[in-house]
């Protein structure tokens, strides 16, 4: 069925038990009425040629629900998470189109609205990731395939703090409401450990005895299960923190859940309740706030970089270092070229080196061969 709105002809009509009513973008009804049987047909090749097995279109809201769904039971927990939130973004732009519908332009222009929405390229890396996940397991994928260019991504970029913006942000830290981000922030400065990491921690998971912690499951294999030794500021943050907890139990979460409230005549914030059984949230508001209060621009990430930076800065070998952050042997790689720069003064004096003299000792320091005692017999 064709109908007009205002220059522009529409068509109408039911196919798979589904309503399709979509503009034909001509002005021309002969253009239209051939626009419509285009639009039958690719639906029938879509149902009976390229899909075969499947029963009819489907669009991309219910692909992805039913992709979830498939994936969850051998997923990590943040890994459903992270794509969940993928698909809160992706959803709004392609929940309602056919998967068949769905093109090269399509993804292009959705980069360039998440682009002008603040969202870094990697992020949108990771979206379209996403929908390219859930186009492959319907066969939809390699048709665009060509045509989708990904956003360029410089994996190499990290800041390291400075020991003022260090002081400032551990100030900033302590004048939040929140208790939990001033040990958190300290942790990550002193271990290298990630956010994630350390948000997961639990009590037993923490050695007062021989100072170290150990990490649990993470991102790497190489980075689950390592032994951080603890410095004197870690440990002492971690046995004052302890010093608020004096019923917890070793399956207990070291960062529980707590929701603040004020008490006194000063208002003081203070934990009003409390789950150790439940890990601490989101604290990115938190972190947001003091990094505000300090003046400081970073990202969380840029505490592991630091700590990373200071061990290579005062002598610690990569492959220590790549030990202690829990590095697979390709991002080992990686980072050698990335912290390369750090060891240039050692590396020119080394070099420098051969173009020197040797040093002349002195006679006294030269060695005297032992006398060899002569073989013929004296008459």
């Known amino acids: 069925m064709l109908y007009r709105r205002g220059e522009v002809w529409w068509y109408k009509f039911q196919f798979a038990g589904r309503a399709f009513r979509e503009s034909a973008k001509t002005a021309s009804k002969a253009l239209a009425r051939q626009a419509e049987r285009k639009r039958h047909q690719q639906l029938e090749e879509a149902v009976y040629g390229i899909l075969r097995k499947r029963t009819a279109p489907i669009t991309f809201a219910l692909a992805a629900d039913g992709w979830m769904t498939l994936k969850k039971p ?126 997961s921690l639990r009590w037993q998971q923490v050695d007062f005895l021989s100072r170290t912690l150990t990490v649990g499951v993470t991102k790497t294999a190489a980075g689950t299960g390592r032994v951080i030794p603890l410095n004197e500021r870690a440990l002492m943050t971690l046995q004052t923190w302890a010093t608020n907890f004096a019923e917890r139990r070793p399956e207990h979460f070291v960062f529980p859940w707590e929701h603040y409230g004020f008490a006194g005549n000063d208002q003081k914030p203070h934990a009003k309740t409390m789950d150790p059984n439940v890990a601490v949230g989101d604290i990115t508001t ?26 290579l800065e005062r002598g610690a070998s990569l492959s220590v270092v790549a030990s202690i952050m829990g590095w697979s042997a390709s991002t080992t790689a990686k980072m050698a070229k990335l912290y390369g720069h750090i060891g240039s003064d050692a590396q020119r004096a080394a070099l420098n080196s051969l173009v020197q003299p040797p040093r002349q000792r002195s006679p006294e320091a030269i060695p005297r061969p032992e006398p060899v005692p002569d073989p013929t017999p004296h008459s």
């Open 74 to 199: 051998t997923w990590a927990a943040k890994s459903y998470e992270v794509e969940g939130r993928n698909l809160k973004h992706l959803k709004p732009a392609f929940g309602s189109l056919l998967l068949l519908d769905i093109s090269a332009e399509d993804i292009a222009d959705y980069q360039r609205s998440r682009l002008k929405a603040g969202a870094s390229q990697k992020s949108i890396n990771l979206e379209v990731g996403t929908l390219r996940a859930v186009l492959r397991r319907h066969r939809m994928w390699a048709n665009i395939q060509p045509d989708v260019k990904m956003m360029p991504v410089n994996d190499m970029t990290g800041k390291a703090l400075t020991e003022d913006e260090e002081r400032r942000l551990l100030d900033g830290c302590r004048k939040l409401r929140s208790r939990t981000l001033l040990p958190i922030v300290t942790l990550a400065l002193h271990t290298g450990m990630r956010r994630g990491e350390i948000q």
């Open 286 to 311: 938190a972190w947001e706030s003091a990094k505000a209060k300090a003046g400081v621009v970073s990202r969380f990430h840029d505490l592991r970089h630091t700590a990373c930076t200071r061990l």
